[in-house]
């Protein structure tokens, strides 16, 4: 069964300081891989989206990594500003657009 | 540029009443369209999908149901809510072409069903 695993569901750090976010999967066939943000009450929006050929994309101060050998992938963000707190969704592709399985998300809060 | 609309943003219906959810994307032609629901702190779920006009493909069976009358007009519905509809209803597009499927979401739609 394909799966997408987040960790840690939630996360509290201070505005200024870096976090990392970790997503794992057990997707197959493997396309690509997203994150996305989701402030409350919204529509998820796109930060990063990488395929089986890419380890690193960054987007502003939103890094992702992905291996796919292990099936990992993981979300730095540097410098944390206030409006990054929202929840961060790792999605994963296989070969079509309705074969997308979605992690539960990482709730980040930041405070000032 | 494309954009994604849904409406309303919140709606709060009695159980057993009718519903109607409406998505609309400008800007593009011919995009794949999907309805999600997203319980509270759980990931999204695949409610429907549709690649053309008329063409509904159901990931889930429930209470819903899907129309796409015109190329960019999704729209999700139910004769009878239940109490268990309650959620959070996102419509998604991505390019019809394929490539990478980038799916871009609207602002979502909060089901209270009392």
């Known amino acids: 069964k394909n799966q997408v695993e987040q960790s840690p569901q939630s996360l509290i750090i201070l505005e200024g300081k870096n976090c990392t976010l970790q997503c794992n999967y057990t997707v197959s066939p493997f396309s690509n891989l997203r994150w996305y943000k989701q402030d409350t009450g919204r529509g998820p929006v796109s930060l990063t989206i990488m395929t089986f050929s890419e380890n690193t994309k960054s987007n502003g101060r939103y890094t992702a990594t992905l291996d796919a050998d292990t099936k990992q992938s993981s979300l730095h963000i540097t410098a944390s500003q206030l409006s990054d707190s929202a929840s961060y969704i790792c999605?994963?592709?296989?070969?079509?657009?309705?074969?997308?399985?979605f992690g539960s998300g990482t709730q980040l809060t930041v405070l000032p | 540029s494309q954009t994604i609309h849904q409406w309303p943003a919140t709606l709060v219906q009695p159980v057993g009443s009718p519903l109607s959810l409406e998505c609309t994307v400008e800007g593009t032609s011919n995009p794949n369209l999907y309805w999600y629901r997203q319980a509270a702190g759980r990931g999204l779920q695949l409610l429907f999908y549709?690649?053309?006009?008329?063409?509904i493909s159901s990931e889930v069976p429930q209470n819903l149901s899907a129309s796409r009358p015109q190329d960019r007009q999704f729209i999700l519905s139910s004769k009878k809510l239940l109490l268990s509809d309650s959620s959070f209803y996102l419509c998604?597009?991505?390019?019809?072409?394929?490539?990478?499927?980038?799916?871009?979401f609207g602002p979502g739609t909060r089901l209270t069903v009392t």
């Open positions: 999605v994963v592709s296989a070969d079509s657009a309705r074969q997308l399985t």
């Open positions: 998604a597009w991505s390019d019809g072409r394929g490539g990478l499927y980038q799916q871009y």
């Open positions: 549709s690649v053309g006009i008329g063409q």
